[in-house]
């Protein structure tokens, strides 16, 4: 069962525009939402993370939304750079699970042409 | 170290063969989690350490996995007779204590030939 669905499989955007990748989730006791960035050959890095009290929230050109009532939320990438040319993961966690493991959707192979 | 440090990189391996990968945690670590990651996929959790017990193993996809962190720092992944389908990139992360972020390593890419 696959708890976390993330779309689109990839993106291609321009330099300058807005990347949108979107994830949705099934358990309702998920209460803490990161989203990761991976480079080939490197593992997963954290850019950025939100829990459900909180509608949105932004780091630098990053923003991510979130939607409890819809059980969905979301990554903005504004002004989109060709260095954040890179495979992008949502996940979700339990925070009183034991030991908080992580639940990955299946990624966002994400383009920024020049 | 700076980070988690994985290895080998990569490892090819005969259908039937042992393997072992290593895990070596940010000092100071008590969390580590083992994850595996198929080609295009999002990484699945696998196992999942504080201090040296082993608290969730209940990723670990069969009897041929087995996991250890006896000193409760270097953490060893070890797939017995392995077969093709074992063919992935295995990251192992790490967190100064539960619930805090959880730093990635580089992966270890397992391919069973």
């Known amino acids: ?114 | 170290g700076a980070g988690v440090s994985q290895s080998p990189r990569y490892k090819v391996a005969k259908r039937g063969q042992d393997v072992a990968l290593r895990c070596d945690p940010i000092s100071g670590h008590v969390s580590l989690f083992w994850y595996q990651q198929a080609l295009g996929q999002g990484p699945e959790f696998l196992t999942y350490f504080q201090n040296e017990a082993q608290l969730d193993k209940s990723g670990l996809p069969s009897d041929r996995f087995f996991a250890e962190r006896p000193e409760g720092s270097v953490s060893t992944l070890k797939i017995q007779r392995t077969q093709q389908e074992d063919s992935a990139v295995y990251l192992c992360a790490s967190s100064s204590y539960r619930g805090s972020e959880a730093f990635f390593g580089q992966g270890t890419r397992l391919t069973v030939v």
């Open chain 1, 1 to 114: 069962q696959q708890q976390v669905k993330q779309s689109p499989q990839s993106l291609i955007v321009q330099k300058g525009g807005i990347s949108i990748i979107n994830c949705a989730y099934e358990n309702t006791a998920f209460d803490y939402f990161p989203w990761y960035q991976q480079f080939p050959g490197k593992g997963p890095a954290l850019l950025i993370a939100i829990r459900p009290d909180v509608s949105e929230k932004k780091e630098g050109r990053f923003t991510i939304s979130f939607n409890k009532s819809a059980k969905q939320f979301s990554l903005h990438i504004m002004d989109s750079q060709p260095g954040d040319s890179a495979t992008y993961f949502c996940a979700a966690r339990v925070s009183q699970s034991a030991g908080n493991k992580l639940t990955f959707g299946g990624g966002t192979r994400v383009l920024v042409k020049p």
